[in-house]
């Protein structure tokens, strides 16, 4: 199976690499748009702020590839940002694969939102074998709003959309390759996804 893990400037694309070899799962870091849309699986993972990295994604065409891509794709942190329609970060127009806006938490507590919290209305295969209530590690101070394409919840100030789905489309927001043994898990289905 080819893994195409997305090449672009935003951080964390090694740690993901490294998540998938503990799980022994070898895949490729690459930003070249002919293994990307060959490639079983997609994961496109990032930390970083919007507007620059919808810039880079743009320049090189890898918007519309991610786009456009039929086999199962994952986003990650950024990542899932990326794939809702607009960003308060930057003011920024996303690749619109979920329908939603990611806005910035209000100023009530501490922001950004880091360390561990839980998962909860966990739904679809991503979470095949956790249970309600898991915690998992979390860095951002944005977030997608609370809607139909929710396949977990969290709250942090107030309760929002820690992981999307829609057709081949997934994301987390959370950190799978923080998340120790549950973050591993959501990576093996991930992989298991037909």
Known sequence: MDI?????????????KNAMDRIGVDAIVTDDIKIIESADKVIFPGVGEAATAMSYLKERGLDDTLRNLKQPVLGICLGLQLMCKRSDEGDTDCMGIFDIDVKLFPPKDKVPHMGWNTITNL?????????????????????????????????????????????????TQFHLEKSGVIGEQVLKNFIDIK
């Open 4 to 16: 195409a893990i997305i090449k672009y400037n935003a951080g964390n694309v090694q740690s993901v």
């Open 123 to 171: 739904k679809g295969d991503l979470f095949k074998g956790i249970k309600e209530e898991t915690y998992v590690y979390f860095v951002h101070s944005f977030y997608a709003e609370a809607s139909e394409f929710a396949v977990s919840e969290t709250d942090f100030i107030l309760p929002y959309s820690s992981s999307l789905q829609k057709d081949n489309f997934y994301a």
